[in-house]
């Protein structure tokens, strides 16, 4: 394995890939609209809006394995505006998958948790998804046609991912510190769970799947199932914040335009097995990427 490429190397995982790409491999990282600063020799960069159907740069590279994290990643953007979120998140996925089999391509593919309907929670990987939005839908559409499509792809089921955002937008662990420590109150959510994973332990997990040959679905999350309140409670604990500034709310107070699971909290055990990154607690994770 030599050539690796990567989409959306200009987002809050992207830019982990390409700080954590380990030195035998040549990488190119693919961003749009936000331009992305190489880290290391052996990181290229190319600007390329993956709907404009140009595979040259892909063909020219003939990596001998892809990291597709490119989307809509905001779930009320793709409700709103659904024609667009399927034309990336899964018609441009296929494309991707055909081109990834023509060159021989190991595929790892950045799905979500939120594609469970969040009634029991503890997911595994051979639990059905049962879609409520249409972000979760073009995951699960995406999801089907790698699997049937490319014997080698791993499809990765990630949590909710926080840390430090190397790209200059502010991750929302960023936004929620930045807000205490201004004195402002901050709003979470008491009912929706999740299990967060730090950017940085999915990022190496990532690369170590490159390296591996395991094919199929794989959840990767951190070791602790939390709702929005009690992460920022956490968060208040490890920067010594005022947790009286964090308001607890239901989620059926914020309006969001897509309706969201309860509790889509994965089971981590393969991954456990498989990989060799010791998935963090939120306490861990926060005291890593901040300290
Ligand atoms: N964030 C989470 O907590 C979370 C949780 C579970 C799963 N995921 C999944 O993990 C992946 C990475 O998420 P993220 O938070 O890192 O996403 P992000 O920060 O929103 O970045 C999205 C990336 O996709 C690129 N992109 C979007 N439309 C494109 C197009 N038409 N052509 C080319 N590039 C395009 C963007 O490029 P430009 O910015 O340069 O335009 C950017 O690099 C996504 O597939 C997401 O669905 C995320």
Redesign the pocket.
Known sequence: MERVYI????????RYLLKYAPKPYRVLG???????RAFQGHVQVVQ????ANDWKPLYNFAPQAMI???????IDACQLHPDDAWE??YR?TCKLVDVARELNARFIF?????IFDGQKGDYQEEDPPVPLNV?AET?VAAEQYILEHHPDAVVV??????GQSL?G?PSFTEVMYKNLKAGKSVYLFTDQYRTPVLVNNLATALWELVESDYQGILHIGGSQKVSRYEMGLILCEVFNLPRDLIIPIPSDQANQAAPRPRDCSLNIGRARSVLKTRLLDVRSGLNLAFH
């Open positions: 989409t959306g190397a200009s987002g809050f995982l992207g693919q961003y749009r609209q936000h331009p992305v390329q809006d993956l709907l597709h994290t490119a989307a809509q990643a905001s990336i998140n441009t950045l799905s979500s948790d939120v972000y995951k089921r990630p949590a909710l991912f926080y790209n937008r």
